[in-house]
Structures are given as C-alpha cells and as structure tokens.
Nanobody, 125 residues
Framework: QLQLVESGGGLVQPGGSLRLSCTTS????????IGWFRQAPGKEREAVSC????????NYADSVKGRFTIARDNAKNTVYLQMNSLKPEDTALYYC??????????????????WGQGTQVTVSS
C-alpha cells in the first residue's frame, strides 16, 4: 500500500507562486513515477504533471507548461510541484498519485489505491 500526503497549498494573488509537496512515510517514493492532478468544482479531475523515478523524464499539461515545474528529491522522499505565474483558473484541489508516463499523458497505475486529502490552491486578488 502506497499512502501519499500532499501539502503546501494556500491562498495566493494572481502572478504569485506556491510549491506543493508530495511525500510518504510508508514506502520508498523513489520506486514510483509520481503525478500531480487537480480538480476544480464542476470540472473533471485532470493530470497536471508527472516525473519518472529517475527525475529526468517529465510531462506537463499544456495549460501549465512554462509556468509549473515538477521535481523530486529521493533523499527526502518527496516530489515537488513549483507553481509560478499562478492564474485564477489554477484554483483547485491538488492531489498526487503513482502514475506511468505514456506519451504526453500521466496515467494511474495498479499501485494506485485511493486519493489522499489533497491540498487546496486558491488564486484570487
């Protein structure tokens, strides 16, 4: 069982920045490719970005490309999502989960069991 915990969300003005963290104490996160997802009220959950276990292969949704950066620190058992130039449309509940990188997409793998609590990102003036 892989249980992930998200943190780092908050309230920020348009153009501001946040860094989200995804970690686990029950498993070695270095064994997994990890993706970030988000869901806003009334919208479907969408994949935002993912990073392979090596850290050198990444993928981004077109809506965040050039603004968000995903990275991992396996020594700290943590995957990060650096979010810059935030827009109101980035407002959502953000989750992380084990995935596979397939072309331009990040898809859930059999290691996935359930979503965590997520972390809320709100972009507003």
């Amino acid at each position: 069982q892989l249980q992930l915990v998200e943190s780092g969300g908050g309230l920020v003005q348009p153009g501001g920045s946040l860094r989200l963290s995804c970690t686990t104490s029950g498993s070695n996160l270095a064994h997994y490719t990890i993706g970030w997802f988000r869901q806003a009220p009334g919208k479907e959950r969408e994949a935002v970005s993912c990073v392979a276990f090596s850290g050198d292969i990444t993928n981004y949704a077109d809506s965040v490309k050039g603004r968000f950066t995903i990275a991992r620190d396996n020594a700290k058992n943590t995957v990060y999502l650096q979010m810059n130039s935030l827009k109101p449309e980035d407002t959502a509940l953000y989750y992380c989960a084990p995935v596979a990188i397939v072309g331009r997409t990040c898809v859930l793998t059999t290691a996935f069991r359930s979503w965590g609590q997520g972390t809320q990102v709100t972009v507003s003036s």
